[in-house]
């Protein structure tokens, strides 16, 4: 049963007042917190949005920081929606009766030096659905554990981590709202930025960072943005973390922002599942264990390049607008992460083509029609070249052996 408001707003004082030295309990309570659903899913523009705002803000107090918003730990900021699909969401300061009111929350480490560093990850999520779910049948909050209670819990953590380093450069942590409608938080920070963007040298992002699965790994994006990630990525990780590393500075995330005011990136994700987007990415299904790794590897990244001089900026190709146009799906959830050859399935879509066919989970595409499947480009382009109502062979290799089914899509 969902707990009243007006019981859970104590609770969200309390917690914030009892920091715990105990990583691993402490990351359990807060998304146990933020992924409530006394939240109602965070929506930007709704209570539960205010809430976890409140929340964050309490939180960062406690962990030593200093409010870094322009209304105390605060951005406010004011979307007006055009019904126009060529024309682009106008952004404001200034509250619009015809618009939606987000806040970013806004946390300052001041340390001696003049250099910034940007820890960033949202808060917001989808409300009871619509717009984005993936969920079909009645109404439901959408919690969002994963995306992106985790990449919160995570700067938390880094947080207090780097409290205990004696760093020069500041650190500026912001958790942005607004993300899921469209990267609306970062947007408008890095368009009426609290600090000097040109100070600022590498903002790292924490997307969906609670599921780490040891043996798919971990996939970090922006890796080409700075010449120098690749070897840094490498030298920092000493919790064994299996790194897949993806050059490009842009994707469906806030890091993406950043990239385009020529700010080196990384954004951190552990992959994508069968509870993307749906009221199924609860609490329970968070590996715990694995954030306090993430948090412990990009607390050794930004310590260790604190020493170091200001990264050097690269462009990278984009990689989100290179691949083939389709008109069809398989009906699949790919696996991401998979670095072998093929394109692994990693969930399968009800009364959807490869479920009818008798895909499975696990299952590794091959060969779709005449065309060889190597990775997940291949498979787009293979994908492309049918169109609905189109039948051809799919080939998996599963458990070893190869697999051969009748699609049509």
Not at 345 to 371: C, N, R, T, Y
Request: hydrophobic share 35%; proline share 4%.
């Amino acid at each position: 049963m969902r707990a009243p408001l007006f019981i859970f707003i104590p609770l969200i004082l309390y917690s914030c007042t009892q920091p715990s030295p105990d990583y691993l309990s402490q990351a359990q309570r807060d998304i146990s917190i933020l992924a409530s659903d006394s939240l109602e899913g965070r929506e930007v523009g709704t209570k539960g949005e205010t809430l976890a705002a409140a929340y964050i803000s309490r939180r960062f107090g406690a962990l030593g920081l200093s409010p870094a918003g322009t209304e105390g730990w605060y951005q406010p900021f004011f979307v007006k929606e055009s019904q126009n699909p060529h024309e682009k969401a106008v952004f404001s300061a200034e509250d619009s009766l015809a618009g939606t009111s987000g806040k970013n929350v806004l946390a300052l480490m001041d340390n001696p030096g003049e250099e910034v560093v940007v820890v960033g990850a949202h808060f917001d999520h989808l409300g009871y659905g619509g717009f984005s779910s993936l969920h079909r049948g009645d109404s439901a909050v959408h919690n969002g554990a994963d995306d992106n209670a985790s990449g919160i819990t995570a700067m938390f953590l880094i947080a207090e981590m780097l409290q205990q380093k004696k760093l020069q450069r500041d650190v500026l942590f912001i958790a942005f709202s607004g993300e899921e409608k469209g990267l609306w938080g970062s947007n408008f920070f890095v368009k009426n930025p609290t600090v000097d963007l040109k100070k600022v040298d590498f903002m790292i992002n924490m997307d969906m960072v609670g599921r780490l699965d040891s043996a798919k790994g971990m996939a970090i994006h922006g890796t080409g943005t700075a010449p120098e990630w690749s070897q840094v990525i490498d030298t920092t990780n000493t919790v064994n973390l299996k790194v897949i590393k993806k050059e490009s500075g842009v994707g469906p995330s806030d890091h993406t922002s950043f990239y385009l005011q020529d700010i080196p990136v990384l954004h951190f994700f552990t992959g994508q599942h069968a509870d993307y987007h749906k009221p199924t990415d609860d609490a329970e299904l968070i590996n715990y264990e694995g954030i306090v790794r993430i948090a412990n590897h990009i607390t050794n990244i930004i310590t260790h390049l604190d020493t170091q001089p200001k990264l050097s900026f690269q462009k990278t190709k984009d990689e989100s607008r290179q691949g083939p146009r389709f008109t069809v799906s398989l009906g699949v959830v790919p696996d991401y992460l998979y670095d072998g050859k093929g394109m692994r399935i990693d969930g399968i879509s009800e009364d959807k083509p490869a479920q009818k066919a008798g895909l499975e989970k696990g299952d590794v595409v091959i060969q779709l029609g005449d065309s060889t499947v190597t990775d997940m480009m291949s498979y787009m382009r293979a994908l492309s070249s049918f169109k609905a109502g189109d039948t051809t062979e799919v080939t998996v290799d599963r458990n070893g052996e190869k697999q051969v089914y009748d699609i049509q899509f």
